[in-house]
């Protein structure tokens, strides 16, 4: 019993790791413009004029 829930972990863990390097690897294709602050969070991107 034990084998199936490592096997579940290295799968998710290998998961993970493949959506990071795609995640980083992607280029964004929206980028803020020039002069605006913007923050992003795992889940949540914010973007505002600077002051």
Excluded: Q
Excluded at 20 to 25: D, P
Excluded at 26 to 43: E, F, K, N, V
């Amino acid at each position: 019993m034990d084998w199936i829930y490592r096997g579940f972990e290295t799968s998710l863990l290998g998961l993970a790791l493949c959506l990071g390097l795609a995640a980083c690897l992607m280029p964004s294709a929206d980028r803020p413009p020039g002069g605006a602050m913007s923050i992003t969070l795992p889940m949540l991107s914010v973007t505002a004029p600077a002051p």
